[in-house]
């Protein structure tokens, strides 16, 4: 009896499906990314339309050192008081990030919103650039990875069923075929 192959859509299935499966990672990947970084871009465009530059003045001098974290790194800059005057042509008083050992008076710029509150400075263009490339990648990453994980499930139980194809096939093809090759009677094999 010979063996017969597997069927021709299973096959074709088995075949296509690596190639299918990375197409179809590439491209959620690729839709995923990009959305993320329109999404990042949209969200660091509304930060810098909102933080507005402004000259204030240290109203105290500031630390001569930064604090040191208990791995043994320190920021390079330390926390002062200073003031400056809101849109509103209001005082305003807070706490910014300055150089260390920076003397009372001396001018630094601020970031505030609308409302004359002090605000983070917005990311520079390498920093955007950063965080823009970080969350692409990782929300590419968590479209691609369910895609190639699925199509390998399905990869792996097309193959076991080709295996369990096999062996059923195997099964009625063996008896004849150890008959052939030791010249023996198949009923005087199975005892």
Same mark, same amino acid.
């Given at each position: 009896?010979?063996?017969?192959?597997?069927?021709?859509?299973?096959?074709?299935?088995?075949?296509?499906?690596?190639?299918?499966?990375?197409?179809?990672?590439?491209?959620?990947?690729?839709?995923?990314?990009?959305?993320?970084?329109? =999404?990042?871009?949209?969200?660091?465009?509304?930060?810098?339309?909102?933080?507005?530059?402004?000259?204030?003045?240290?109203?105290?001098?500031?630390?001569?050192?930064?604090?040191?974290?208990?791995?043994?790194?320190?920021?390079?800059?330390?926390?002062?008081?200073?003031?400056?005057?809101? =849109?509103?042509?209001?005082?305003?008083?807070?706490?910014?990030?300055?150089?260390?050992?920076?003397?009372?008076?001396?001018?630094?710029?601020?970031?505030? #919103?609308?409302?004359?509150?002090?605000?983070?400075?917005?990311?520079?263009?390498?920093?955007?650039?950063?965080?823009?490339?970080?969350?692409?990648?990782?929300?590419?990453?968590?479209?691609?990875?369910?895609?190639?994980?699925?199509?390998?499930?399905?990869?792996?139980?097309?193959?076991?069923?080709?295996?369990?194809?096999?062996?059923?096939?195997?099964?009625?093809?063996?008896?004849?075929?150890?008959?052939?090759?030791?010249?023996?009677?198949? #009923?005087?094999?199975?005892?």
């Amino acid at each position: 009896m010979a063996r017969q192959p597997a069927p021709a859509p299973q096959r074709r299935v088995e075949a296509w499906l690596p190639l299918a499966a990375w197409l179809l990672a590439v491209a959620a990947g690729w839709f995923a990314g990009a959305r993320a970084v329109g =999404a990042v871009e949209d969200s660091l465009t509304a930060r810098r339309a909102q933080a507005h530059a402004v000259t204030a003045v240290l109203t105290g001098d500031a630390p001569r050192t930064a604090p040191v974290s208990e791995a043994g790194r320190g920021d390079e800059s330390v926390f002062a008081p200073v003031r400056w005057t809101g =849109a509103d042509g209001a005082a305003r008083t807070g706490r910014t990030r300055v150089e260390p050992g920076t003397r009372a008076g001396a001018r630094v710029t601020v970031w505030t #919103d609308r409302g004359g509150r002090l605000v983070h400075r917005p990311a520079t263009p390498a920093e955007a650039l950063l965080e823009k490339t970080w969350i692409g990648g990782i929300a590419a990453l968590g479209a691609a990875a369910p895609v190639l994980l699925c199509a390998g499930a399905a990869r792996r139980r097309l193959e076991r069923r080709r295996l369990a194809e096999w062996d059923t096939e195997w099964r009625q093809v063996e008896p004849g075929w150890r008959r052939r090759m030791t010249g023996q009677p198949a #009923d005087r094999l199975t005892g």
